[in-house]
């Protein structure tokens, strides 16, 4: 392994020092029937139509050519005590944001949704150093989407952006990735209703997973593009450094790894099945991942019938230093599977 894999497990080191401060206070374990042994489509019903999209302008946003947008955010709850918390020390939820880039100051024909990765503040590494170069090259115009817990979404109590997203407090972490493709895909029926001809998505580590699940629910994007991530959780709760705190509660818990296994295969994630074609997919992988597992990479693309996949030498922390790269097997694939690219 080499220096990407070495910087991988630095950071799940690290991760320590944050996830060390405090845990979950809730074991919602028992709670969640609601979650068991449905479709993934069932747990995730298609948004309506968004109706109340405010558009927050500025001098500055004219200068950078981009528009904040919120929308009200009201994706069904399944769980009744989950949803007396998101009506009140969660409420802040209720609202969803995104920063929507339109660099030619007019619309181009298509958009990338962007989905951001765990525990990310904002937008603004983005795109002070990802999307500029995506902008150039890519031809598309940009929405990143904000997930609940992160950013403007996280709630005063939480120590820092993404806490309370990705934790032992089960149903909280399996109403907020339900939340996340919500509101994404609130925002991707809103554009195509601005009259985008293509609508893509797009993200990194965590956001690539749910750009992967959002490929198995209709209606899909027009492609995804899904960057070091792959959709197995349960293997990633055992086995990846950046989720100890995770798997260490919930065997506090009583929550030992055949539990937390079946946990996760009777929600489903695991064995998503995608709806949109191989051929409208391409993945970004690192060889020398130390949080995502290659060989289960290979297995989870195999069953997804071997979509487009471009391996880059480095780990997960690594890949901006292969941006370039990226950038360039995104404009082929989209020149070569996006009919208008």
């Not at 997930?147 to 309370?164: D, I, M, V």
């Not at 995770?246 to 695991?270: H, M, Q």
Request: glycine fraction near 6%.
């Amino acid at each position: 392994m080499g220096l990407g894999h070495d910087v991988d497990l630095i950071a799940g080191g690290l991760s320590r020092i944050l996830h060390g401060l405090r845990g979950p206070k809730e074991n919602t374990a028992s709670e969640l029937a609601p979650y068991f042994d449905q479709s993934l489509a069932k747990l995730n019903p298609e948004p309506p139509p968004l109706l109340a999209v405010r558009a927050h302008d500025s001098m500055a946003s004219r200068l950078l050519r981009t528009t904040t947008l919120s929308w009200p955010s009201a994706h069904p709850i399944l769980s009744p005590a989950y949803a007396r918390r998101h009506a009140t020390e969660y409420r802040c939820n209720q609202t969803a944001y995104a920063r929507w880039l339109r660099p030619e100051r007019r619309q181009r024909r298509g958009c990338l949704v962007y989905i951001h990765g765990w525990l990310e503040p904002g937008s603004w590494v983005e795109e002070a150093f990802v999307f500029p170069r995506w902008l150039r090259h890519l031809d598309v115009d940009i929405v990143h989407v904000s997930l609940p817990f992160h950013g403007r979404r996280n709630t005063r109590s939480a120590l820092f952006s993404g806490e309370f997203y990705w934790t032992a407090d089960l149903v909280r972490s399996f109403e907020s990735i339900r939340q996340a493709l919500w509101d994404v895909r609130s925002m991707m029926g809103w554009l195509r209703r601005q009259g985008y001809e293509q609508v893509g998505a797009t993200g990194i580590s965590l956001g690539g997973s749910l750009a992967m699940l959002l490929a198995c629910l209709e209606p899909t994007p027009d492609y995804v593009i899904p960057i070091v991530c792959h959709l197995m959780l349960a293997e990633a709760v055992e086995n990846a450094a950046i989720l100890w705190r995770l798997k260490r509660d919930l065997g506090r818990w009583g929550i030992d790894e055949p539990a937390r296994r079946e946990i996760f295969r009777r929600v489903g994630f695991d064995d998503a099945v995608p709806v949109l074609a191989p051929e409208r997919q391409l993945w970004v992988e690192a060889r020398d991942d130390a949080h995502i597992d290659p060989a289960l990479v290979r297995r989870q693309w195999e069953r997804w019938r071997r979509p487009e996949l471009h391996w880059i030498t480095g780990g997960h922390m690594t890949f901006p230093a292969h941006l370039p790269e990226i950038t360039d097997r995104m404009k082929t694939f989209l020149r070569q599977n996006v009919p208008f690219a």
